[in-house]
C-alpha cells in the first residue's frame, strides 16, 4: 500500500510499468545472455559483496526479477524491490523462491546498514536529477560499511542529464563523470566503471556501469584499504 502523499512522478512511474510489466517481462526476461560486458560487472558486482560479506543484496527496480535472479545465482542472496505491483506479480511467479517486495527507492523499507550490496540496474534511469541525491543518500543509509552499490544506466555525453523519450516513461540520460560526482557527494567511493557502445538492436544511445563502495571507515576518515584486501 502506497501513502496518499505519494509524488505524481512515482504515481506515473508505476502506473506506466503496471500497463507493460507483461510485455516488459516478455521482451527483456532473457536479455542477460546477449550482455557479456555487463555479466562481468555483475560478476565482479558479487564477488566484492560476497567477499566483505556485509549483508544480502537488494535488486531494487527489480522488474520482473530476471537480473535479481542471475545475482543469487552467483552466490549473494539476493531480494527485489519495484515500485510496480504488477512487475513484483510477475516477478514472483517466475522466482517463486526468491524475495519480491513493492516498494520505493526514495523511502526503502529497510532498517540501516542491512544490506551487502544494491543493484540498480537501469533504475535510476526515470528519478528526475533534483530527486538522485536523495536516493543516493538513501542508498547510503541502508548500506552497510563495505557495501558496495552497483548502477546501470544510459550513458550522455553532456554534463548536464539528458532527457529522452524512453519507450514506458520519461528518461534521463548521464555522463558517466556526473553520476561519480553525485555519488561522491553522497559518501561513495567509486571503484570501477563500464562504458560500452550499444547494439544493433538497442536504443542508440551508449550504455554504463558505475561500481561504487560505501566506506569502512566513518566519515571524515580515510578510508584507503584496497579493494583486494579482505583480511582484518
Same mark, same amino acid.
Given at each position: 500500500?502506497?501513502?496518499?502523499?505519494?509524488?505524481?512522478?512515482?504515481?506515473?512511474?508505476?502506473?506506466? #510499468?503496471?500497463?507493460?510489466?507483461?510485455? #516488459?517481462?516478455?521482451?527483456? $526476461?532473457?536479455?542477460?545472455?546477449?550482455?557479456?560486458?555487463?555479466?562481468?560487472?555483475?560478476?565482479?558486482?558479487?564477488?566484492?559483496?560476497?567477499?566483505?560479506?556485509?549483508?544480502?543484496?537488494? *535488486?531494487?527496480?527489480?522488474?520482473?526479477?530476471?537480473? @535479481?535472479?542471475?545475482?543469487?545465482?552467483? %552466490?549473494?542472496?539476493?531480494?527485489?524491490? &519495484?515500485?510496480?505491483?504488477?512487475?513484483?506479480?510477475?516477478?514472483?511467479?517466475?522466482?517463486? *523462491?526468491? +524475495?519480491? &517486495?513493492?516498494?520505493?527507492?526514495?523511502? !526503502? &523499507?529497510?532498517?540501516?546498514?542491512?544490506?551487502?550490496?544494491?543493484?540498480?540496474? /537501469? $533504475?535510476?534511469?526515470? @528519478?528526475?536529477?533534483?530527486?538522485?541525491?536523495?536516493?543516493?543518500?538513501?542508498?547510503?543509509?541502508? !548500506?552497510?560499511?563495505?557495501?558496495? !552499490? !552497483?548502477?546501470?544506466?544510459?550513458? %550522455? *555525453?553532456?554534463?548536464?542529464?539528458?532527457?529522452?523519450?524512453?519507450?514506458?516513461?520519461?528518461? /534521463? +540520460?548521464?555522463?558517466?563523470?556526473?553520476?561519480?560526482?553525485?555519488? +561522491?557527494?553522497?559518501?561513495?567511493?567509486?571503484?570501477?566503471?563500464?562504458?560500452?557502445?550499444?547494439?544493433? *538492436?538497442?536504443?542508440?544511445?551508449?550504455?554504463?556501469?558505475?561500481?561504487? +563502495?560505501?566506506?569502512?571507515?566513518?566519515?571524515?576518515?580515510?578510508? @584507503?584499504?584496497?579493494?583486494? &584486501? @579482505?583480511?582484518?
Amino acid at each position: 500500500m502506497f501513502p496518499v502523499t505519494e509524488s505524481p512522478v512515482l504515481h506515473d512511474i508505476r502506473a506506466a #510499468y503496471d500497463a507493460v510489466a507483461p510485455l #516488459y517481462a516478455e521482451l527483456f $526476461s532473457n536479455v542477460l545472455e546477449t550482455l557479456p560486458m555487463e555479466r562481468a560487472m555483475l560478476a565482479a558486482f558479487a564477488e566484492l559483496v560476497q567477499a566483505h560479506n556485509a549483508g544480502p543484496v537488494a *535488486d531494487i527496480g527489480c522488474g520482473p526479477g530476471h537480473v @535479481t535472479a542471475h545475482m543469487h545465482a552467483l %552466490g549473494p542472496t539476493t531480494f527485489g524491490i &519495484d515500485l510496480s505491483a504488477e512487475m513484483i506479480a510477475l516477478a514472483r511467479r517466475a522466482h517463486p *523462491d526468491l +524475495r519480491f &517486495d513493492e516498494g520505493s527507492m526514495t523511502a !526503502l &523499507d529497510l532498517a540501516d546498514e542491512v544490506l551487502g550490496g544494491i543493484l540498480a540496474f /537501469y $533504475s535510476i534511469i526515470h @528519478t528526475p536529477p533534483r530527486q538522485l541525491p536523495a536516493v543516493f543518500t538513501e542508498f547510503q543509509r541502508v !548500506l552497510a560499511p563495505g557495501g558496495h !552499490l !552497483l548502477l546501470g544506466f544510459f550513458a %550522455g *555525453d553532456n554534463p548536464l542529464p539528458q532527457e529522452f523519450d524512453h519507450k514506458v516513461t520519461l528518461a /534521463y +540520460r548521464w555522463s558517466s563523470d556526473s553520476l561519480a560526482e553525485l555519488l +561522491r557527494q553522497a559518501g561513495f567511493v567509486e571503484v570501477g566503471r563500464l562504458q560500452r557502445e550499444p547494439h544493433q *538492436d538497442e536504443r542508440q544511445f551508449p550504455q554504463a556501469q558505475l561500481l561504487v +563502495r560505501k566506506p569502512l571507515a566513518p566519515p571524515g576518515a580515510a578510508d @584507503t584499504r584496497p579493494e583486494h &584486501d @579482505t583480511g582484518p
